[in-house]
């Protein structure tokens, strides 16, 4: 996937969720990265490089990764989750918008 591709569809799934705010994201060739401002103190950070795979998407909280997604060549595909988000529990590859629905479910569990 190109960074085009990454763009159109993460925009594509924020759109229809309604806790997000404002979306900053920054291009540098072949990377992609920022931050999607969500309601309530958090955001999500978005990190996505074209040439390796690499994937990242980590919701903080008072500056804590509270759950998250991410994919590099070291682990694999692995989920940070809400119970225990120091953890790396493995998981099957994802796309763009699977973790946008999983976002998603993990809101709605949040106070």
């Known amino acids: 996937m190109d960074i085009s591709q990454f763009l159109i569809l993460l925009l594509d799934g924020l ?14 060739v072949f990377i992609v990265k920022g931050r999607v401002i969500l309601k309530n103190h958090r955001f999500l950070q978005v990190y996505f490089n074209e040439l390796t795979g690499t994937t990242a998407f980590a ?16 682990r694999g595909w692995h989920v940070h989750p809400l119970e ?28």
């Open 59 to 74: 919701l903080v909280e008072n500056d804590m990764r509270i759950w998250g997604v991410d994919y590099d060549n070291l």
């Open 15 to 28: 759109s229809g969720l309604d806790f997000v705010e404002k979306v900053d994201l920054q291009t540098e």
């Open 84 to 111: 225990h988000p120091e953890t790396h529990n493995q998981t099957k590859s994802k796309i763009v918008q699977e973790i946008i629905d999983e976002l998603s479910q993990v809101w709605s569990r949040l106070p």
